[in-house]
């Protein structure tokens, strides 16, 4: 496609309910990025997956988050037994390959998750 | 992980004036500082970004300035306009690597 694209555009759950959130990130590009967005708190790195190598699983907030990578395009993320505080946007964006930063990441429109 | 502090939260502009915002960082690794644009409902893109050996960047309307010494980098937004209300994101990176930390955000309004 033409953009990252995310789904579903918003979510309702239920506190300790599991969720899965998806991205189909931009044909070709090899890195793939997954950030959260609360209100004051900016964007939260998350997860970090680049071609074949192991991600970079350094911003995920609690062992209820993971996520996967299926043929280096599809990712999912999961977050297991939701809590409120969870409640966020979900952004997820891809780069071609090389200096990803330097080019600049493709943003999704996002996953709003709200845990009821 | 806050590694790149940004201000202020807010800021209200009239149309014309000039739009400041700033940040700092603390990785002295850091050597890639870009600036993103977010609207309401969209995810943020590229605005404008810096690397260290230069003090300055300017695209337009929108100029970067760099304190490497300070550890600290600017957005101005020359003649703000009503289109140019959006929350803005600095970021950092080491160019090692292509992950990106970003500030706070903020929220920019200009009023006709």
């Known amino acids: 496609g033409a953009g990252v694209s995310q789904s579903p555009s918003n979510k309702v759950t239920e506190k300790g309910k599991d969720v899965e959130l998806r991205c189909d990130p931009i044909s070709g590009h090899t890195a793939l990025y997954w950030y959260r967005q609360s209100l004051g708190q900016g964007l939260e790195f998350l997860i970090y997956?680049?071609?074949?190598?192991?991600?970079?699983k350094s911003g995920l907030p609690s062992d209820r988050f993971s996520a996967e990578r299926t043929g280096g395009s599809v990712s999912t993320l999961t977050i297991q037994r939701t809590q409120q505080e969870d409640s966020a946007v979900y952004l997820c964006a891809s780069s071609p390959p090389g200096q990803g930063a330097l080019v600049g990441y493709t943003f999704g429109s996002g996953t709003r998750l709200t845990v009821v | 992980q806050q590694q790149v502090k940004q201000s202020p939260q807010s800021l209200i502009v009239q149309k014309g004036g000039i739009s400041i915002i700033n940040c700092a960082y603390e990785?002295?690794?850091?050597?890639?500082f870009p600036w993103y644009q977010q609207f309401p409902g969209k995810g943020p893109a590229l605005l404008i970004a810096i690397r260290p050996d230069v003090s300055e960047k300017k695209e337009g309307r929108f100029t970067i300035s760099f304190n490497k010494s300070a550890k600290q980098f600017s957005l101005h937004i020359m003649d703000s306009q009503p289109g140019d209300s959006a929350t803005y994101f600095c970021a950092a990176s080491s160019l090692n690597t292509d992950k990106l930390i970003f500030g706070t955000g903020t929220r920019l309004q200009v009023f006709p």
């Open positions: 997956f680049q071609g074949n190598s192991a991600p970079d």
């Open positions: 990785n002295t690794a850091f050597d890639y």
